[in-house]
């Protein structure tokens, strides 16, 4: 579970959302600090930008007056209860002193700043003052310093806290600026003692840059910070297991007894809860509960509780087993394409006897009094015994007779508001019924009534699981508040097995609600995907309704990814991608929506990158092909100017995604430059493949961050040169991405090793490496690449994917199925994967819409959500669109061979 998406899902129940939403126009009403809500001073700018209220001084020509690109910067952090008055005791000294500052300017944000899964370089960051030079560092924090004395704040992990006050300190850059850093990426960038740009470094340890000498001023300051350490515990720290806003938790061994040990950290006002508690309050209500349940097995034991630097620490007993999420990739009998029905029927009846375990340990846990409130995947241990278990994570735990809320959660296993004390445990328990099964529980956070319709799949998929089971699951989930809790007599009544699919009425802007699904009601139908060209119309309906032409920041609502710099204009996750989804589908021009694209990048934001996938290069590609080659080759005649020969090899932003896109354009007008520019793109990637690979036992591999890219520009260069080193040096690339594969011991599907996963998707997985082995088998016979690309087929035939998403989900199987070449792509076996689709199909706006990447929202981009959706059922279901991703046609539409090459 990545946990930056649950700050995303606060502002807006459909889509991904920046939290600074929150108070805007159409949004629930949030408030703002007295002092964000003063005059601006005359003389002064004031500017909103994301979380932040900045206050510059103007010149005497009215503009912002110049100061350093750089230098030490001061941090104030601050807590619920002091921020106003901190952010007013700034103001006052600043002001007056025309010393530029910027703040949170309200609680909302910077609760959000500090909850426990909030980025932990940012965090604590209430107030930045940026002083001119190092003398006036020293005089605003002695001054500053002085006036907050006594203020509380949490630590902020990527300073230095000047003495024990609210105050920090970090070298790093005033104005905005970027460069391409060691691994190719676009980065903030701050210049070195040489004058040249060199990345900011950000991370949650306080670094002073290798040419900045520390201020004298600073040096006790340091030297007090380096003097808490775990020299003197009776503990032998050896591995982090887990590092939170809040905290670490890490795995240890009692050196007076030799027992292992699990120590939890909980840091002071940080970590906060829905209900302001911070990581040490919850620590505190985890020692509190786990004594109270002391001795019924069901939970590890308390063995010390202490304080070390301000941070408090709880010692429990070590748990042996594994946690049950761990099961289903390595148990789960639908990661096959043909399940063996006996793997089927075992697996049912392991999953029922861990359900039932688990109840038990839940009942014991009430018996006592407690409400667990964190039920989930991931805090239930499995046992070496494979049946008994142990729950674990405690902060949220309550009292029974308290009645509460939950405030902390998976966002699969969040009860509804309506559910309070022991009923959020048994919320969950119903979900865990059918997270064994499907683990995509996650969408009910968009609609519990989808728990009607996985049921129906669960009992087509698993047929041995009891009647009742599963209905006394959608019972409870789909409930109303005021409704009587299903019990074993319960008459949940829907035929689980009838009908296809799922959809509701409508709610609030159409989203359906978990209201319009009650038990008893028979199983709804849904839109179907596979009912082509309507579920062509029904998904750009929901695209179109989602756009907001009105804002600049983004078109169409996607991942999280697209409201970082220049991410709401590119091809995987802004406009650049859905537009070219219309376009490839079939489904005609958005030409507001171009317009829009083409307002944005008349002045593209500062720090957009410059890839295919992530940046200005697929938005130039995307323009050309709708007609606006003007532009396109203006953003590309930007990229040249810079030090574009510095990026990463890879497709998704680097040298291959550009090098397609100036061979494409070089093609399409016959310009020398951008010939010769491709041209040089393919020789650095070539030099790259024969230099001495890192010894590294992994490597990224896959079409978007892998050789697999590298070798599809070379392709793709080979067929429009006819140069035949380029087609010996994709099959290097392939065969590099190759090494990095394993093929699966149940099934015998080829997928990428990442270590501790292994991938079968189309991103950065071997999907998407069988694309482009199927586009060079077209060239030149290969035995490896022929076996290789015969597993890969194994591996997009799975009966189960978690998510519905192009680059990570089960719509980029339907997109390589519907043009591979490997004789085992069978339509069946098209089909499957089509009406598979389904299971994650929801309604927006009256049309179809798809969840994006971890499923607590929709999403309607290229990379996760229905605009990838969307081409892939066009290449699946039209045979007129021959829809396909830029620079990977379907092999109809693909010339055979190239057109100069040598026989």
């Known amino acids: 579970m990545d946990q930056r998406y649950e700050v995303y899902a606060l502002a807006d129940p459909h889509f991904y959302e920046t939290p600074d939403r929150l108070s805007q126009e159409g949004r629930t009403a949030t408030p703002l600090y007295e002092t964000a809500r003063r005059a601006v001073p005359r003389g002064w700018e004031s500017t909103r930008t994301g979380d932040w209220l900045t206050l510059t001084p103007l010149g005497a020509d009215g503009r912002p007056a110049p100061g350093p690109a750089q230098g030490w910067k001061i941090h104030a952090s601050a807590t619920r209860d002091n921020a106003e008055r901190i952010a007013a005791i700034v103001w006052d000294y600043c002001v007056p002193r025309r010393i530029p500052f910027k703040f949170v300017p309200g609680p909302h944000l910077l609760h959000l700043r500090n909850t426990k899964y909030a980025a932990r370089d940012t965090s604590g960051k209430f107030v930045t003052v940026y002083p001119e030079g190092e003398e006036q560092l020293h005089q605003v924090l002695r001054e500053l310093g002085a006036l907050l004395e006594g203020f509380e704040g949490p630590y902020i992990l990527t300073d230095l806290r000047w003495g024990d006050g609210p105050l920090y300190v970090r070298y790093g850059a005033f104005a905005r600026a970027f460069v391409v850093d060691e691994r190719g990426s676009l980065v903030p960038a701050v210049r070195d003692g040489e004058g040249r740009l060199v990345p900011d470094r950000r991370a949650p340890s ?48 009692d050196t007076r007894d030799g027992r292992r040990v699990v120590l939890k950290e909980g840091r002071p006002h940080a970590g906060l809860a829905a209900d302001g508690a911070d990581a040490v309050m919850r620590l505190e209500r985890e020692k509190n509960a786990l004594e109270r349940l002391a001795g019924t097995g069901v939970v590890p034991e308390v063995r010390d509780w202490f304080t070390l630097g301000e941070h408090r620490f709880l010692v429990m007993d070590f748990v042996e087993g594994r946690p049950l999420n761990s099961y289903f990739g390595d148990r789960h009998p639908l990661l096959t394409p043909d399940p063996d029905p006996r793997a089927v029927a075992a697996y049912t009846a392991w999953a029922l006897r861990v359900h039932a375990a688990v109840e038990r340990a839940v009942a014991a846990v009430h018996a006592r009094g407690i409400v667990f409130n964190d039920l989930h995947v991931f805090n239930i241990v499995v046992g070496p015994d494979d049946e008994s278990v142990h729950l674990l994570d405690f902060e949220a735990a309550a009292p029974a007779e308290e009645d509460g809320r939950q405030v902390v959660a998976h966002p699969g296993f969040f009860a509804p508001p309506d559910r309070t004390g022991p009923d959020v445990d048994r919320y969950a328990l119903a979900c865990l019924r059918l997270a064994l099964f499907l683990p995509v529980t996650t969408l009910f956070v968009i609609d519990r009534g989808k728990a009607a319709h996985l049921a129906q799949v669960i009992a087509e998929q698993f047929p041995d699981i009891p009647g009742d089971f599963l209905d006394e699951a959608v019972a409870e989930i789909t409930r109303d508040g005021g409704a009587p809790r299903a019990g074993r007599d319960a008459d949940a009544g829907h035929d689980r097995r009838a009908g296809h699919g799922w959809t509701g009425s409508a709610g609030p802007r159409g989203a359906t609600t978990g209201a319009a699904f009650p038990a008893g009601r028979g199983t709804p139908s849904y839109r179907d995907p596979a009912d082509w060209p309507a579920s062509r119309d029904w998904m750009v ?133 951008l010939r010769e520019r491709a041209a040089e793109a393919a020789h650095l990637l070539t030099a790259r493949l024969a230099e001495p690979r890192p010894d590294t036992p992994r490597r990224r591999a896959g079409l978007l961050r892998g050789a697999s890219g590298v070798a599809l520009f070379l392709l793709r260069q080979y067929e429009w040169t006819g140069e035949r080193t380029l087609l010996e040096a994709a099959a290097v690339a392939l065969r590099r991405d190759l090494e990095q594969c394993v093929v699966q011991p149940s099934g015998g599907g080829l997928e990428v090793d990442e270590g501790w996963r292994t991938l079968p998707y189309l991103g950065d997985g071997s999907a998407g490496i069988g694309m482009v082995l199927d586009d060079y088998l077209a060239h030149a016979p290969d035995e490896e690449f022929t076996r290789a690309r015969d597993a890969v087929l194994t591996a997009a035939t799975s009966r189960f994917y978690a998510q519905p998403g192009l680059f990570q989900g089960r719509a980029g199987m339907i997109l390589h199925l519907s043009r591979t070449t490997a004789p085992g792509a069978t339509p069946k076996r098209l089909a499957a994967q089509v009406d598979a689709l389904g299971w994650y199909a929801m309604a927006y706006e009256g049309g179809l819409a798809f969840p994006g990447h971890q499923m607590m929202r929709l999403s309607m981009d290229l990379a996760t959500g229905t605009a990838g959706c969307l081409i892939a059922l066009a290449a699946a279901l039209d045979g007129e669109a021959r829809a396909a991703l830029p620079f990977l046609p379907h092999p109809a539409a693909a010339q055979a061979a190239p057109t100069d090459a040598a026989p």
């Open 206 to 253: 306080f670094q002073v840059p290798a040419w900045v000498t520390l201020p004298a001023f600073l040096e006790p300051h340091l030297a007090a910070r380096n003097t808490t350490t775990v020299g003197e515990l009776p503990y032998r720290i050896e591995k982090a297991l887990h590092f939170s806003n809040g905290g670490g938790v890490y795995t240890g061994t």
């Open 541 to 673: 309906e929901a695209l179109l309704a989602s756009a907001t032409p009105d804002r600049e920041d983004r078109l169409f609502p996607g991942d999280i990814a697209q409201f970082t710099d220049g991410g709401g204009l590119g091809l995987a996750h802004g406009a650049a991608g859905v537009l070219y989804a219309l376009a490839e589908s079939g489904a005609g021009r958005y030409e507001e929506g171009e317009r829009w694209l083409l307002a944005r990048t008349a002045s593209a934001p500062p720090g957009t990158p410059f890839g295919l996938y992530d940046g200005l290069a697929g938005v130039a590609h995307v323009l050309d092909r709708l007609g606006h080659r003007g532009r396109a080759l203006d953003l590309v005649e930007g990229i040249l100017r810079e030090r574009w020969q510095k990026l990463a090899s890879d497709l998704r932003g680097g040298l291959a995604g550009l090098g397609l896109v100036l061979g494409s354009l070089a093609r399409a007008t016959g310009e020398t430059e």
